[in-house]
């Protein structure tokens, strides 16, 4: 899936390179846009493609990417004290 994100230009909207950051819990929910928009035929296809070098998935709409760019400027994390689960809001 890391390969789909990266793909589709999803890491650039938290600031994300190649190296993979784990301070930034948003990247839960952009994994989460990226398995809810791939299908298992789709995902069937991205790994063949990686396996030859060749990845070229197309996003699933044009502007995926400023919608959900939108929607994790608003997006507050926060964790619980007592059992440290990661809690989404959207404002």
């Not at 890391?2 to 650039?12: D, K, T, V, Y």
């Not at 301070?23 to 952009?30: L, S």
């Not at 846009?33 to 790994?47: H, K, N």
Request: aromatic share 6%; glycine share 4%; net charge positive.
């Amino acid at each position: 899936m890391s390969q789909i994100r990266h793909q589709w230009g999803f890491n650039s909207l938290i600031g994300e390179t190649d190296k993979k950051e784990r301070t930034d819990h948003r990247h839960h929910a952009i994994d989460a846009v990226v398995i809810a928009s791939t299908s298992r035929s789709l995902y069937q296809q991205a790994v063949r493609q990686i396996e030859r070098n060749r990845l070229k998935i197309p996003q699933p709409y044009n502007d995926i990417l400023l919608e959900l760019g939108e929607k994790l400027k608003h997006m507050i994390v926060s964790h619980t004290p007592s059992q440290r689960k990661t809690i989404w809001r959207l404002t």
